[in-house]
């Protein structure tokens, strides 16, 4: 089983994945894309505007993007380690920050800023 978020976005507005990398980017976490629907990419090709499900590089590992309609699925693999676990929220939270979603979670619903004080990612608020 693998760990997953779910993140909502308003009205189903596209995330722009682009945005995505390069708000972990401006944070010091560096991401690649690594494979879009499916298919293997080269680190040199940009995001598409269009996806379904994309797997993306991290130095700790990697984390899964999903669409599900309105929300999309931020997954990586069960027995992370505390780096995949760090790098999964960062994630999680720049998807959120991008799209201006909200991460559902057991508590409830939480702003990206909310949620990174929660998992303890203060240090992505400074960038």
Do not use: H
């Amino acid at each position: 089983m693998g760990l997953e978020y779910t993140v909502r976005f308003p009205g189903g507005k596209l995330l722009e994945l682009a945005r995505v990398m390069t708000l972990l980017a401006e944070r010091g976490f560096p991401v690649q894309l690594r494979m879009v629907d499916g298919e293997l990419t080269l680190p040199t090709e940009g995001p598409p505007e269009r996806w379904t499900d994309v797997r993306l590089g991290t130095p700790a590992g990697m984390v899964t993007l999903a669409r599900r309609g309105q929300e999309l699925a931020v997954v990586t693999w069960g027995n992370a380690d505390e780096a995949m676990q760090r790098a999964w929220n960062a994630v999680t939270w720049a998807v959120a920050k991008a799209g201006a979603g909200e991460i559902v979670r057991p508590e409830g619903p939480q702003s990206p800023d909310e949620f990174c004080t929660a998992v303890g990612l203060l240090d992505l608020l400074k960038g």
